[in-house]
């Protein structure tokens, strides 16, 4: 290889400077390969075929042509092809591209797939490991499932994330009944969880020197159903709500029952009865109406809770004044129930009215009178909500 390399030194210099391109060395030492103005220290241009330079070898591991810069921070760069046994396990006939003494930073393979940095399993058209750049400049990492961290998430991770693998949930869909009717679940849902409350009792009237007890508020639950548990469809009842006592008076009525078919009932509260004023000296009061319970048949209960009893309704009788209480209406999670009033004889509150409450399946307030006669006030309405869930 010695007295070989300044034999060909020697004859390319004999090679003279002439209009032929098929070898010229240009009077600055640029070599040119089918070009009489080669541009750079190798300058090869190509005939009419596609091919203007090749290079062939025979190894197993992998040809490659090696790219040198002798600069301080300057390396060695190699772009080539895959041989048949690869010591790396990179597949046959992919094309890399690498640092020398660091190893492969891009491959391609024969079917076009692209890996970075080139594994020996191909799991996309693009496969990265590490730090991937995006579009917008941000930067983040493959992960894989349940990797819990900021990275660019896998098809399975969104698919366990999301109940899409089946150990997820999502809602759907919210239902809500005011009114009777049919509850048809939603396409998909897989669970729901029902809240439901029944009707609040109305409060009764009072006549002149009494108060009246309030009523009591709907029982409430809330149950976790299965589709399966749910079927097609339910009827759905809502409670009506207590009517309110006249001024007669006359006790309240009572809520009425809300249920979703026969899986879940809630009963509604009692309505309040009348307490009569007594003598001078007397004090008399009457107790509240006793709130709803719930019955749960089918679904796991949540919560059940009966609906808060009414406050006690009455008043005092004195020789020089007298004083009434209406009684507050029973409360539930959805619904609060009307205020606790006061009247007094001789004074700017010589009667207080009854009031509803708020909300859902809440009791009555109780009115008060010192003189005259007051009517009670109605209850609220029973309610049904359901949230749906889905697995998918």
């Given amino acids: 290889m010695k007295k070989l390399l300044p034999a060909l030194v020697a004859l390319l210099l004999a090679l003279p400077a002439s209009a032929s391109s098929d070898l010229f060395i240009s009077s600055t030492g640029n070599v ?83 890996n970075v940095p080139n594994n020996e399993s191909i799991l996309g058209n693009l496969d990265v490991s590490g730090v991937a750049t995006l579009g917008d400049g941000s930067t983040a ?105 006249n001024s007669t008076p006359t006790a309240g009525g009572n809520g009425g029952t809300t249920s979703l078919g026969s899986l879940v009932s809630c009963t509604g509260g009692d309505g309040s009865s009348t307490v009569s004023g007594g003598g001078a000296g007397s004090v008399f009061f009457g107790p509240g109406a006793t709130g709803g319970s719930c019955t749960v048949s089918t679904g796991d209960t949540i919560i059940a809770s009966a609906g808060q009893q009414g406050g006690m309704g009455g008043g005092a009788n004195y020789a020089s004044a007298d004083q009434q209480t209406g009684g507050y209406g029973g409360s539930n999670p959805l619904g609060w129930g009307g205020t606790q009033v006061f009247s007094a004889s001789g004074g700017s509150h010589a009667t207080s009215s009854a009031s509803s409450g708020v909300g859902y399946g809440s009791g009555a307030g109780g009115c008060a009178s010192s003189s005259g006669t007051l009517a009670g006030a109605a209850g609220n309405a029973g309610f049904i909500t359901i949230t749906e869930y889905s697995t998918q």
């Avoid at 998909?188 to 002149?208: D, L, R, T």
């Fill in 32 to 114: 040119g390969i089918g070009t009489t103005s080669p541009v750079y220290n190798l300058d090869v241009l190509g005939s009419t075929t596609s091919s203007s330079a090749r290079l062939t070898s025979s190894s197993t591991d992998s040809t490659n042509l090696f790219l040198r810069n002798t600069t301080t921070g300057g390396q060695i760069w190699y772009a080539g092809t895959v041989g048949s046994s690869n010591p790396d396990g990179e597949d046959p006939g992919s094309f890399h591209i690498g640092l020398n003494g660091t190893g492969t930073f891009l491959g391609i393979t024969t079917s076009g797939e692209v």
């Fill in 141 to 245: 990492v493959t992960q894989s499932p349940n990797d819990n961290s900021t990275k660019i998430a896998t098809t399975a991770y969104v698919d366990n994330a999301t109940g899409g693998g089946g150990s997820g949930v999502k809602s759907i869909s919210v239902q809500t009944f005011t009114s009777s009717g049919t509850y048809t679940p939603t396409t998909g849902m897989a669970y729901a969880i029902v809240e439901i409350v029944g009707a609040g009792g109305g409060s009764s009237g009072c006549n002149g020197g009494s108060g009246a007890p309030g009523g009591g508020a709907g029982g409430y639950a809330k149950v976790l159903e299965t589709a399966a548990q749910i079927g097609a469809s339910e009827t759905v009842t809502i409670g009506a709500a207590g009517s309110a006592g």
